[in-house]
């Protein structure tokens, strides 16, 4: 399973940006869905995610600003990030958490899409 992330660009503060991320092929059983990001010099840090329930979790650092949504049928997730500060600039992935098969967890990563916002 390959995950495809897309979306990313230049954005200047206070735009929006809307990221994608497809998987290649459907995953058995999927556990939950995140996106995290990663600024220069910095740890990879959990952005958002949303369970196969659909219950969402945000950093405080993101909450009101952006919305991460699901696509069962399409095998994508979303994160919609609206009023954009310099501060989110970052390369963003998107990671599934979940089973390949019955008995076979999977951790699947995307290579992630660049986020710059400028001031």
């Known amino acids: 399973v390959q995950l495809q992330a897309s979306g990313g660009g230049l954005v200047q503060a206070g735009g929006s940006l809307r990221l994608s991320c497809a998987a290649s092929?459907?995953?058995?059983?999927?556990?939950?869905r995140n996106w995290y990001r990663q600024a220069p010099g910095m740890q990879r840090e959990l952005v958002a995610s949303?369970?196969?329930?659909?219950?969402?979790n945000y950093a405080d650092s993101v909450k009101g600003r952006f919305t991460i949504s699901s696509d069962n049928a399409k095998n994508t997730v979303y994160l919609q990030m609206n009023t954009l500060k310099p501060e989110d600039t970052a390369r963003y992935y998107c990671?599934?958490?979940?089973?390949?098969?019955?008995?076979?967890?999977?951790?699947?990563w995307g290579k992630g899409t660049q986020v710059t916002v400028s001031s």
């Open positions: 990671n599934v958490v979940g089973y390949s098969d019955p008995w076979t967890g999977a951790d699947y």
């Open positions: 949303i369970s196969s329930g659909g219950r969402t």
């Open positions: 092929e459907a995953i058995f059983k999927i556990d939950a």
